[in-house]
Structures are given as structure tokens and as C-alpha cells.
């Protein structure tokens, strides 16, 4: 990669250091950098962490159709570890599980669907890219705050270097979930911790010729599952994915809520990890990594304000990030938005107009294309999943009902499915109306 030991003074406004600084060397980031630099622009990219994806943690699996435009044939070199061919939606109880099992042959061939990574290598591979074609590394380095002219215009950034601080037209914040830069722009005017969740996920190492028997796999075949009613009660989820020698398992929880149950999150991936589902797919397993981190989940109606002048914001930072229960994406999301904020950025600097109204067509691109579709078409998912009667109460009842539906009761006579529906109703004190919002509503979010 090209890197500089050491960021240079600032120069006067009429002589800016870059075209535009990109603060974060995340996938927003690096797509930002590596859009700009093939245009020509002069690009820095600033990375707190000694090296990309050093201190970045995810759920793992990435769907790379974004990255057809931007890297041809990505698929050739992209650092992937598995190629993910069975997907699995679970509900679970204490003692109970119900799983919607999805497996196809065609997402281990072209065109691919998702691939589970490694975040230090796919981030220091996409970052790569952007500083083979021209994009300068700063690593090491955090952006403490940002420059003004006297009128307000973002006009560079200062850093935690001496005399480091970096001017250019356009700043372009990838800094992650807890942006302090939007924040400071007055772009986020209030964080609600409602909006936010807390991942956390074990990394435990296994023989591939196990894991691919455990999960019925070959080759570089892979396996995701995500699961509801495994957090005793906190609102969340949790998950367990296969690299090629390696299982992931964790959770993710809502803040709020996990500080008010004071209980810890290595706690419920303990329990997860000794679920009767769960263990014999993890057992014997090394930990080789802990890890956790905040993740924007309230979607569509937690999004800041996406530019001013001089500046706009990408990925985790304007909390791009999909959690719909189905969709739990976000370096497809990060990646897309990376690539809108870069294009708007040259539109920009060609005009010579990079104020707020000369950066829109950053928000015009992202209507245009999925990332805020679809954050718009989902934009009820959060608080649909995250409420109680998604949480415990419609999770007991259907393994209830799976159990009730496969016991054989001989020699009584067995029940239909919609009298035993009706009683596990009963039997969870599910009223009708908020049932019928509950359908109603999922209906509108995922029809």
C-alpha cells in the first residue's frame, strides 16, 4: 500500500493539501478513496488502526455484487473464506429450535451471493485498491475534529499528529458508528441508544474436515445462520457462520436493554454455545478471538443528515447499516454508499462547488440506487423485530407449535394445525389485535 509516516502542516485554503480527505479506511472508506483516485483527484485516507480492518469487527459474511463495478472479477482475489451455499433462519427456546434451512448450489458459483472474511483481510485488500490507484494511507492516525473557514465550510481535518492537520475541499466522514465528526458537524443533533446494538462474536478455531462435516459442507462451501429468542429476554439475536478453519458465534443486543439485564454479552454466547442446536456444532472449538462492536440498527429513521458544506458522511457513520431479520447487511451497504459519496465528490470538485447544494448528488445517488431504497422499504423492520412478541413470545409459540405438530400422540387422536394453533395462542396470551399488527405489519415491511 502506499503510506506516509507523517501528515504534512496545513497549507493556506488557497493551496489545499488533497482534493478530499477520507476519514477511515472501512469499506465506505477505502471505495470512497479508490472511486476519487481513478478519476485523478488527490486522495488521503486516514485510518486510526495501524493497518485497515485492524480494529473493525462485523458479522462476516459480505455480498459482493457492489464490488462488480468498482473491482471486475473481485471474485478472483477478494480474500474470501467461504463461499456461503446454506442459510439458516432459526427460533429458538432454551430447549427448543425451529429452523428455516436454505441451501443452493448456485451461490458457490458465479455469479456469487455472499462470502464469509476475515475484516483485517478483506479491509486491507479493498484498501489496496484505492492506494494502488493513487489514494495516499495515512494509518495510525485519528481525525480529533475538523477545520472551518470563517464562514463554516468544513475545509480539512485535524489529527492526533503534530502539525497534523490536513485540508482539503471535501471531507469525507467514514469513521464508523459512533462518528464523531458527524457529530461534531451537527449532522447527528441527537444519538438515541434505542438506535444502537452491541455485537459480539467468539471466533473459534476447528479442522476444516470437521467443520465441513458438521455443517454438511465441501469444498469451499459455507454456512450462516441467524437466530432469534437465544438473548434470555434482551432484545437482539444472535449467529454462527464457518470460515474455512474457523466458527463464528455471537450475539447481537440492544444497549439499553443489556445494560439494564447487567448481564454480560460473553454470558449469552456461553449459553448459545451449550444450546442443544448449537453444541454439537461448536464443540471442542479453540477461542482464538473475542471481539464487539456498536452497530447503528434503527436503519432508515436514525439517518443523520447526510452532507454540509464541505463535507459528507458514509457507512456505519450514517448508520447504513440493514438489519431487517431477513437482511442483515452492512459492508454491501458501506461499500455503496463509499462509492456515492466518491462520484459526488469529483461532481463536486469539478464544479468547483462543494457546499452542502454542490454535494447533493451524493443523496440523489443513494436514492437512485438500493442503499436507501431499501433502507426506506425496511425502515419498520427494526422496531418490528426488536419488540417483545417478536423476541420471546412468537418464538415459544412456534417451536410449541413444531412440537406439538411432530409429537405423535397415540392413541389419542392427533390435533390439526389450527387447533393447536389456537391453543399455543391461548396458551401465550397473544390477543388477536396485536397479532393482526404484528401480521399487518410484516406484511408491509417484507411484501
Not at 93 to 112: H, N
Not at 191 to 216: H, S
Given at each position: 500500500m502506499t503510506e506516509i509516516d507523517a501528515v504534512s502542516p496545513m497549507q493556506s485554503s488557497a493551496s489545499p493539501d488533497f482534493d478530499a480527505i477520507v476519514v477511515g479506511a472501512g469499506p465506505a472508506g477505502s471505495a470512497a478513496a479508490l472511486v476519487l483516485a481513478r478519476a485523478g483527484k488527490r486522495v488521503c485516507m486516514l485510518e486510526?488502526?495501524?493497518?485497515?480492518?485492524?480494529?473493525?469487527?462485523?458479522?462476516?459474511?459480505?455480498?459482493?455484487?457492489?464490488?462488480?463495478?468498482?473491482?471486475?472479477?473481485?471474485?478472483?482475489?477478494?480474500?474470501?473464506?467461504?463461499?456461503?451455499?446454506?442459510?439458516?433462519?432459526?427460533?429458538?427456546?432454551?430447549?427448543?429450535?425451529?429452523?428455516?434451512?436454505?441451501?443452493?448450489?448456485?451461490?458457490?458459483?458465479?455469479?456469487?451471493?455472499?462470502?464469509?472474511?476475515?475484516?483485517?483481510?478483506?479491509?486491507?485488500?479493498?484498501?489496496?485498491?484505492?492506494?494502488?490507484?493513487?489514494?495516499?494511507?495515512?494509518?495510525?492516525?485519528?481525525?480529533?475534529?475538523?477545520?472551518?473557514?470563517?464562514?463554516?465550510?468544513?475545509?480539512g481535518v485535524r489529527t492526533d499528529r503534530p502539525d497534523g492537520d490536513l485540508t482539503?475541499?471535501?471531507?469525507?466522514?467514514?469513521?464508523?458508528?459512533?462518528?464523531?465528526?458527524?457529530?461534531?458537524?451537527?449532522?447527528?443533533?441527537?444519538?438515541?441508544?434505542?438506535?444502537?446494538?452491541?455485537?459480539?462474536?467468539?471466533?473459534?478455531?476447528?479442522?476444516?474436515?470437521?467443520?465441513?462435516?458438521?455443517?454438511?459442507?465441501?469444498?469451499?462451501?459455507?454456512?450462516?445462520?441467524?437466530?432469534?429468542?437465544?438473548?434470555?429476554?434482551?432484545?437482539g439475536g444472535g449467529f454462527i457462520y464457518t470460515n474455512l478453519e474457523s466458527v463464528a458465534v455471537g450475539v447481537v443486543l440492544s444497549v439499553t436493554e443489556l445494560a439494564a439485564a447487567k448481564v454480560r454479552p460473553e454470558e449469552l454466547i456461553a449459553d448459545l454455545k451449550r444450546h442443544p442446536m448449537v453444541a454439537p456444532l461448536v464443540a471442542g472449538g479453540e477461542l482464538k478471538e473475542y471481539s464487539a462492536h456498536l452497530i447503528p440498527e434503527g436503519g432508515y429513521d436514525m439517518m443523520p443528515e447526510l452532507a454540509c458544506d464541505g463535507m459528507v458522511i458514509a457507512g456505519d457513520a450514517a448508520a447504513m447499516c440493514l438489519a431487517a431479520g431477513l437482511w442483515l447487511e452492512g459492508v454491501n451497504f458501506a461499500i455503496g454508499s463509499g462509492q456515492a459519496a466518491g462520484e459526488a465528490a469529483i461532481e463536486a470538485l469539478d464544479a468547483r462547488d462543494t457546499s452542502a447544494k454542490g454535494l447533493a448528488g451524493y443523496r440523489r445517488r443513494l436514492d437512485d440506487n438500493f442503499v436507501l431504497a431499501d433502507h426506506r422499504k425496511l425502515r419498520r423492520a427494526p422496531e418490528l423485530l426488536m419488540s417483545s412478541r417478536m423476541q420471546t413470545t412468537y418464538p415459544s409459540l412456534m417451536c410449541n407449535l413444531a412440537e406439538g405438530m411432530f409429537t405423535v400422540t397415540n392413541p389419542t387422536p392427533k390435533k390439526g394445525a389450527l387447533a393447536l394453533g389456537w391453543r399455543e395462542l391461548r396458551r401465550a396470551k397473544v390477543k388477536f389485535r396485536h397479532l393482526a399488527h404484528d401480521l399487518y405489519t410484516t406484511a408491509r415491511t417484507f411484501g
Open positions: 486510526r488502526g495501524p493497518f485497515p480492518g485492524s480494529k473493525n469487527m462485523y458479522g462476516g459474511v459480505v455480498y459482493g455484487r457492489i464490488l462488480d463495478t468498482l473491482i471486475p472479477q473481485w471474485w478472483l482475489e477478494a480474500p474470501v473464506q467461504r463461499w456461503v451455499t446454506r442459510r439458516g433462519t432459526v427460533i429458538m427456546t432454551e430447549t427448543q429450535s425451529l429452523t428455516v434451512d436454505f441451501r443452493t448450489t448456485a451461490w458457490g458459483e458465479l455469479p456469487y451471493n455472499g462470502a464469509t472474511t476475515f475484516r483485517p483481510d478483506f479491509d486491507s485488500w479493498l484498501a489496496g485498491h484505492a492506494t494502488t490507484a493513487g489514494a495516499v494511507l495515512v494509518a495510525s492516525t485519528t481525525a480529533i475534529g475538523l477545520l472551518r473557514d470563517a464562514s463554516g465550510r468544513v475545509i482539503a475541499p471535501v471531507v469525507i466522514a467514514c469513521d464508523g458508528v459512533n462518528s464523531f465528526l458527524a457529530k461534531e458537524a451537527g449532522l447527528y443533533p441527537r444519538a438515541v441508544p434505542e438506535n444502537f446494538t452491541l455485537g459480539a462474536k467468539e471466533v473459534l478455531a476447528l479442522p476444516r474436515e470437521e467443520i465441513e462435516k458438521r455443517f454438511g459442507l465441501t469444498g469451499n462451501e459455507g454456512a450462516d445462520f441467524e437466530i432469534v429468542g437465544c438473548t434470555k429476554g434482551i432484545a
